[in-house]
């Protein structure tokens, strides 16, 4: 059975996690994802943690998760040779991945228009900071400047400890996310009308709309509630510190009763104080130092095998340990273990999904430079003598 | 101008946030969805209410209901009755989509399976959302966006070094539903080939996993400890928010090159502190970020963030105020982007809504061609159009309670 876009291919001139994680959902699904990677390498390439702790282009976990898949050309499109080997890929993509900035990409002679000629059904997809137009356009960005431009920053933590940002790179992630879907949208547009297209993608634009209704909610009544609640969005709503690490819960009104079953708290149940969510709320303060004073003694694990498959949402906060231990992530085949010549035997997150006919590719990150000659020569048409050119001057392979 | 979904037709039995996130994102691109509550149980969103439960109506004032559900038309069908079930069928028949995200037993118990629809509708895509997944031990158990925080290593990984892990709120329910339609898109793209559908299983939980998924490697291949490390991170020196005049105004700083660092030190008006060549490079700037942040933090004290940002973006210096999440609506760059589109809602009027984070050149439509629906509020014209029901048979349904526009009770 053939994958799910066996036969597309699909270019990435990315960098780091966004346009990285977009190739990777391509590669994923069975798309051919060809990498072009910049001199020394794609930036993630110097992401630690490393193999041993040493640094090594080849061994950065960052990297090797999201470039599964993939095949790697180094080629230096700073140089005339190297932007003619990439047109010439171009003209046989159907997708072009990029998270540039758009100046820089415009400083490297690539455009739309410049992809347009070599292959008018090709599809490009920029996903930046800001997006293709506006005041911000070329300003640079990171990490935490997309979670303090998205707003989510401005919501997460305390008070008093001041705004948060998450941890990790939620906000690429989105970015990637969003390009996807995007670029499948003109892709199928593509085979419908046989034009190609230009999608932008904004990284701040993909933060601002999961906020929690907070742009409606202020709209109608003029104010905001939503303040920074740090971990209790409400006594029923949070995280309680438990003799090994931290006990969520989430409670809504249809938990109350199979919640204080699961913990064997009759006395909670029958507390005036707390039959209803409204009483819960009012009796914020008394509710929540009940959840401490029961947190405190339990062990995780065991508080979470008991809860079981009852209406009593209780989890727990899962260190790196649990979640490879997770007997839930191991029975879905979710953690699978992929080799890599020199980083070695890893486990990785598996799919995002699951679809009836076929399975997720699971192929290792590629060398830099591993594919160099096979897709010039295969993909681009280049001649060997042109390989030899391109290698002294715009390649490495 | 062809919307990139136009003609898709997608039934909806999703609520809370997750799953409407997903038909949002396909309702904007101009799918029509048919979005199915019951008077018996609306989507829980309707509770979450900016109208006490005591007023009438209070069930069409949800502000994140009215934002996730744009763009859809709303149909309320009894489905623990076979009547409801029967009409439910028999729109799935017509639709190229079917998507919820109810616990795992809810549609085998409903008589809803894959393999019996498709074979009525072999072109049926179905797209089932657990917090969990179908199968495995932890199939049963409720989920909402915090538990996949927490189990995921997000919450782990967010917070002070010296604090506890942090929820970091919300992006979860988000992620699950762009999830879930890029596997549609994917099984539309294959459908195109092969002119069938299939079943797709898009769980919350490795969704939630798929962008923190690093992390995971990185334990189990390295060993690695990774910590909680507040706003700072391992691709900046100095990376931290600094508080600047005014209450809860920020300045966000995310030095990531020499260069810049020289931008920042000139800006400041190059303070001996400053100078010291140690702070040169990255390695000496990362030893010595305390000494810097003090630095920093006295020199943003009495000055304005949004003004200060403005002025070192200017000077390529990665720099942001912290933006309020409520007035994302005053942020120039999503105005000029066309971020907010207005639409008018009957009971609450016109009100800006955010936009899809994407924009296709070859599409220049509204994103939104109608609000959120009010309960119930297309069963008339969606059943006597498609199913082509009378005005008997709409009664009848409506008499018994099959149909209707009020939650029982309310």
């Known amino acids: 059975m053939p994958s799910t876009l066996d036969g597309l291919r699909v270019l990435e001139i990315g960098t780091f996690v966004s346009a990285p994680y977009c190739g990777k959902l391509f590669a994923g699904y069975g798309a051919e994802v060809i990498k072009i990677e910049p001199p020394g390498g794609d930036i993630a390439r110097a992401h630690g943690p490393f193999r041993d702790g040493l640094p090594n282009p080849e061994t950065s976990a960052l990297f090797l998760y999201l470039n599964t898949g993939k095949k790697s050309v180094e080629l230096d499109l700073r140089t005339a040779a190297g932007r003619d080997a990439f047109l010439r890929l171009a003209a046989r993509a159907d997708v072009v991945v990029e998270n540039f900035r758009p100046a820089d990409l415009r400083a490297l002679g690539i455009t739309y228009g410049t992809i347009q000629a070599a292959n008018p059904r090709a599809v490009l997809v920029s996903i930046t900071a800001f997006g293709q137009q506006g005041p911000y356009a070329d300003y640079r960005s990171n990490n935490l400047i997309a979670f303090a431009m998205g707003g989510q920053m401005f919501i997460t933590g305390t008070q008093e400890g001041g705004p948060l940002k998450n941890g990790g790179y939620q906000a690429d992630y989105q970015g990637g996310l969003n390009g996807f879907s995007a670029a499948m949208l003109a892709v199928l547009a593509a085979e419908r009308d046989g034009q190609g297209q230009h999608v932008d993608v904004s990284v701040q634009h993909c933060m601002a709309p999961i906020l929690e209704a907070g742009i409606p909610y202020y709209s109608y009544m003029g104010r905001w509630a939503g303040v920074r609640r740090g971990n209790h969005m409400a006594s029923f709503i949070g995280i309680y510190p438990c003799s090994d690490g931290h006990l969520g819960i989430h409670i809504m009104a249809r938990n109350w009763k199979p919640f204080t079953d699961a913990i064997n708290r009759p006395d909670l149940a029958e507390d005036p104080r707390f039959r209803t969510q409204a009483d819960r709320g009012q009796h914020n303060d008394e509710l929540m130092a009940e959840f401490f004073a029961w947190a405190a003694p339990l062990e995780k694990r065991e508080i979470y095998r008991r809860a079981g498959p009852s209406r009593a949402p209780i989890t727990f906060v899962h260190t790196m340990e649990d979640l490879l231990d997770s007997p839930q992530l191991n029975a879905r085949g979710v953690l699978q273990r992929i080799d890599h010549p020199v980083a070695g035997e890893g486990v990785y997150v598996g799919p995002p999904w699951w679809m009836g006919t076929d399975g997720w590719s699971t192929g290792r990150a590629p060398l830099l430079g591993e594919h160099t000659e096979e897709v010039l020569r295969d993909v681009g048409g280049l001649s060997s003598v042109e390989i030899t050119h391109l290698r002294r001057d715009g390649v490495r392979t | ?410």
């Open chain 2, 1 to 410: 101008m062809t919307a990139p979904l136009a003609g898709l037709r997608v039934v909806d039995l999703t609520a809370f946030w997750a799953g409407p996130f997903a038909t949002w994102y396909l309702a904007a691109m101009g799918a029509e969805v048919i979005k199915i509550e019951s008077i018996q149980r609306p989507d829980g969103m309707r509770f979450q209410s900016v109208h006490p439960p005591t007023s009438d109506g209070w069930w069409e004032w949800g502000a994140l209901y009215h934002t996730v559900n744009l763009g859809k038309r709303g149909v309320t069908l009894d489905l623990t009755r076979p009547a409801g079930i029967d009409i439910l069928t028999r729109l799935l028949a017509l639709s190229d989509v079917a998507i919820e995200n109810f616990s795992p037993r809810v549609m085998d118990n409903l008589g809803l399976r894959y393999d019996d629809l498709a074979a009525v509708n072999p072109r049926l895509i179905m797209v089932r959302m657990p917090a969990f997944g179908l199968d495995g031990p932890w199939r049963d158990r409720v989920g909402f966006a915090q538990t996949m925080e927490q189990i995921s290593g997000m919450a782990w990984l967010t917070g002070f070094p010296d604090g506890p892990p942090v929820i970091p709120r919300g992006p979860c329910d988000p992620l699950a539903g762009l999830h879930a339609v890029t596997a549609l898109l994917a099984a539309l793209e294959q459908r195109e080939l092969t002119g069938r559908g299939q079943l797709i299983e898009a769980t919350m939980v490795e969704a939630a996993l798929n962008a923190a998924a690093e992390i995971v490697l990185e334990r189990g291949a390295y060993g690695t400890h990774l910590t909680r490390d507040g706003n700072r991170g391992p691709m900046g020196a100095p990376q931290n928010l600094y508080a600047c005049r005014g209450h809860d105004q920020w300045l966000a700083l995310a030095i990531a090159t020499d260069t810049q660092w020289d931008a920042l030190v000139a800006a400041m008006g190059a303070p001996a502190w400053g100078r010291d060549p140690a702070l040169a490079h990255a390695t000496g700037r990362r030893a010595q970020h305390d000494r810097i942040d003090r630095g920093v933090a006295e020199w943003c004290a009495e000055r304005d963030a949004a003004t200060l940002a403005e002025e070192l973006l200017a000077q390529g210096i990665p720099a942001a105020p912290v933006v309020s999440a409520a007035r994302l609506d005053q942020n120039p760059q999503l105005r000029a982007r066309g971020f907010f589109e207005r639409v008018h809602h009957p009971m609450v009027g016109a009100h800006e809504f955010p936009a899809p984070p994407v924009r296709l050149a070859s599409d220049h439509r509204r994103w939104y061609e109608r609000p959120a629906p009010t309960l119930g509020q297309h069963n008339d014209e969606i059943l006597r159009e498609l199913l082509g029901l009378s005005e008997a048979a709409l009664a009848r349904l409506r008499a018994d309670g099959i149909i209707g526009d009020r939650p029982a009770g309310a």
